[in-house]
């Protein structure tokens, strides 16, 4: 089936630095999104790309559409302990608009 | 932002039991919403698709006779999950589309399944 990968499953950042996130499929998507779970919470929008090529931020979020369709990175500037938490790329599957999730990557911040 | 919410948040039964769990879109209706699983340290797993009015789509490998979704109104879906065992024990969340301007899915906090 179809699977998107992102690697590493942790990443550990200091305070106040950026980090980016790299998601990438064999396949070709038209829409990418990147959502944030908190622990025992339901995962939460951080920024949807429907366009290749688009760069989209959300405050000190910045997301990009790879022009190839098959990939989209996120951004973080300036990092704050709350962005800890565990990101998802998804990608919309078939119809109905169901949703393929990534395995995720867990960041700490460490203050 | 739209909002989905879960009922209950917690619940703990005995092995055998059924469990009913809510999920709701607040402030917007949804003719498709879906229900996940996710296991500790994993991603989130499609299990279903609950189409309001008629019958849910499953994944391979989901048993309908064991999960059971009813989407009776725009706003609600429940998901029953029937004479449950331990290994049903796992973190269900749902997620409700928003169909107006630009499609988006909402999804609820989750309910933390224990059983015993």
């Known amino acids: 089936g179809q699977q998107l990968n992102q690697s590493p499953q942790s990443m550990f950042i200091q305070e106040g630095e950026d980090v980016s996130m790299n998601c990438t499929s064999s396949?070709?998507?038209?829409?990418w999104l990147w959502y944030k779970q908190d622990p025992g919470e339901g995962p939460v929008l951080l920024i949807a790309?429907?366009?290749?090529?688009e760069l989209t931020s959300n405050g000190r979020l910045t997301a990009q559409f790879g022009i190839t369709r098959k990939d989209s990175f996120l951004n973080i500037s300036a990092s704050i302990p709350s962005d800890v938490g565990i990101y998802f790329c998804a990608v919309n599957t078939g119809a109905n608009s169901k949703l393929t999730f990534g395995k995720g990557i867990t960041l700490s911040v460490r203050p | 932002g739209a909002v989905v919410s879960q009922h209950p948040s917690r619940v703990i039964c005995k092995s055998g039991t059924s469990v009913k769990i809510e999920c709701r879109s607040l402030d917007f209706q949804a003719t498709t919403m879906f229900w996940y699983r996710q296991f500790p340290k994993q991603s989130l797993m499609l299990m279903a698709t609950s189409n309001e009015g008629s019958k849910a789509t499953y994944e391979q490998g989901v048993e309908k006779d064991k999960f059971l979704i009813n989407h009776a109104s725009l706003t609600l879906s429940t998901l029953t999950v029937t004479s449950a065992h331990p290994e049903d024990s796992s973190f269900y969340i749902c997620s409700a589309r928003d169909e107006v301007g630009v499609e988006t899915q909402y999804f609820g906090p989750g309910t933390r399944l224990l059983v015993l």
């Open positions: 790309l429907y366009k290749a090529g």
């Open positions: 396949s070709i998507f038209n829409t």
